[in-house]
């Protein structure tokens, strides 16, 4: 995947909006380049002299592709005054560039964190930090707006990785029901997000940050992913869909988070945990990790589990496929990420049709439904 260091200026030392000088590349991305800078109107000894400075280039985009930019400055400002999402200063652009300017993080994004293994058996490091990001996206849902891109790569963390914080608002809408569908990081995206499952329907793009905030947590619990796409085609997801036991069977979590995961988990997205009943979960989790005790006991039975009522794995009817990209966002290289998914695991092949006893079409229609009442109410 090129990045956008390949096609813009080298803007080391320069002093742009007059005030923001340009002294180290932080990091470059499909569309922009980031710079920590220097607020040559603060003191030297002022907490907010250091800021981050993205600039994306105008060159060769759409009329649409531009007014893309500016709702992604837009809704980031909207909700860039929480504590854990990362904060927008200022924005300004000339003919050739976007300016935006933002708060520096010296700790890095959380995938950094996660592949350094920082939350790795320390249950309150991990707590802290995952709560902040339910807290960020709650706060965005409130003021109705879905990420739509959540994954570490686009949350900036404090330099113990005790607080993140959340950035990357490209795919940001205001939309509850969206059909676009192949946008975003597939290892990230819910299964009704890649398209091409049940007959492209519109869906919930609160729920889908739901299901990426789980992705994200298997991360830090673990430092890999559960599977690369949540497709029946992708040979973890169907272990996943056909054994309720899969993450305590392929992973060291604990049976709790191993709940915790169910919840989220829910192809379907009406009964997928909401962002309050997740926060109080994690927080009343006493470990992620497996214990000596737990390595000893068995977990219950997908069966008895189905009797006691637990089983959040509600299968959908007909076995999801990959969709085509359909936006400039979505390239089969973003999908590709450096963690790594189980090794040496076995599979189930694909649950067969006859198994299988809801139907997403009509669960589209009821989110619909819910969603129009939702506006009547003044509830969406």
């Known amino acids: 995947m090129s990045t956008a260091a390949a096609s813009l200026p080298d ?8 005030y923001y000088e340009l002294d180290e590349v932080l990091g470059s991305g ?4 980031v710079y920590k800078a220097i607020d040559n109107r603060q003191s030297p000894d ?14 060769g985009r759409a009329p649409k592709e531009l007014g893309a930019i500016r709702r992604e400055i837009a809704l980031h400002c909207i909700v860039s005054g929480h504590s854990n999402i990362l904060t927008i200063h200022d924005s300004f652009d000339d003919e050739e560039y976007f300016y935006i300017i933002l708060d520096y993080c010296p700790g890095g994004n959380l995938f950094y964190h996660i592949t350094g293994d920082v939350y790795m058996d320390n249950d309150e490091l991990l707590r802290g930090a995952f709560v902040s990001l339910i807290d960020a996206v709650q706060y965005c849902h409130e003021h109705k707006i879905a990420h739509r891109d959540l994954k570490p790569e686009n949350v900036l963390a404090s330099e113990d990785g005790s607080e993140v914080f959340l950035a990357d608002f490209g795919l ?7 059909d676009e569908h192949g946008s975003g990081t597939a290892i990230y995206m819910a299964p009704e997000c890649h398209g091409n499952l049940y007959d492209y329907p519109p869906y919930d793009t609160r729920a889908a940050d739901i299901w990426a905030l789980g992705v994200i947590l298997v991360n ?23 054994d309720a036991d899969y993450f305590y069977d392929t992973f060291p979590i604990s049976k ?6 169910l919840d989220i988990f829910t192809m379907n997205p009406l009964q997928r945990i909401s962002l309050r009943s997740l926060r109080e979960a994690v927080m009343s989790t006493e470990t992620f990790f497996r214990s000596q005790e737990e390595m000893d006991s068995p977990i219950e039975s997908p069966i008895e589990i189905e009797k006691s009522g637990k089983s959040s794995i509600d299968v959908p009817d007909v076995l999801p496929g990959l969709s085509t990209p359909n936006s400039r966002w979505s390239n089969d290289d973003d ?10 695991t076995t599979f189930s092949k694909p649950l ?22 939702e506006e009547q109410f003044g509830f969406a």
């Open 172 to 178: 940001a809408t205001t939309k509850r029901m969206i």
């Open 256 to 261: 709790g988070a191993c709940d915790i995961l």
């Open 220 to 242: 830090m619990i673990t430092g890999r992913n559960p599977w690369e796409k949540a497709s029946m085609r992708d040979e973890d997801f169907a272990q996943f869909i056909d």
């Open 11 to 18: 803007f080391m030392g320069c002093t742009i909006g007059e």
């Open 352 to 373: 067969g049709t006859e198994k299988l006893d809801w139907k997403i079409g009509s669960t589209a229609r009821l989110l619909q439904a819910r969603h129009h009442l």
């Open 335 to 344: 999908d590709e990420s450096p963690l790594v998914t189980p090794e040496g």
């Open 46 to 59: 002022s907490p907010t002299r250091e800021c981050a400075v993205k600039i994306i280039g105008k060159a």
């Open 30 to 33: 499909s569309f922009g380049v």
